[in-house]
């Protein structure tokens, strides 16, 4: 059973918003929780990530300054808030999350993951 389920993907034009969900179950309270995008013919690369208690927070330069993310423990759902969208960011995006908020933002890997959501941006 996938522990992590996406939400909130579609189709959207260059210079619009999408906002992304992701239920996580309340026993990852004390995980990082993270975004990771992987288009077609390409290599997954993390797109953000929170830790848990400090709510610290990575970006990739390519989606610094436009996207958001964010994690509401109370109500076991991370975030990710997308704005000015490009067709390069069309991908499918997976939430996932990792004990360890260093690993994740260094080595990009995370022990849980969820299925993904498909966002794409039309020129």
Do not use: H
């Not at 109500?75 to 360890?100: F, G, H, K, W």
């Amino acid at each position: 059973q996938v522990p992590l389920v996406e939400s909130g993907g579609g189709l959207v034009q260059a210079g619009g918003s999408l906002k992304l969900s992701c239920a996580v179950p309340g026993r990852f309270s004390d995980y990082a929780l993270g975004w990771f995008r992987q288009a077609l013919g390409k290599e997954r690369e993390s797109v953000g990530a929170v830790s848990a208690g400090d709510g610290r927070t990575y970006y990739a330069d390519s989606v610094k300054g436009r996207f958001t993310i964010s994690r509401d423990d109370a109500r076991s759902t991370l975030y990710l808030q997308m704005n000015s969208l490009e067709p390069e960011d069309t991908a499918v995006y997976y939430c996932a999350a990792d004990i360890s908020y260093l690993r994740m933002t260094t080595r990009n890997l995370a022990d849980y993951w969820g299925r993904g959501t498909q966002v794409t941006v039309s020129s």
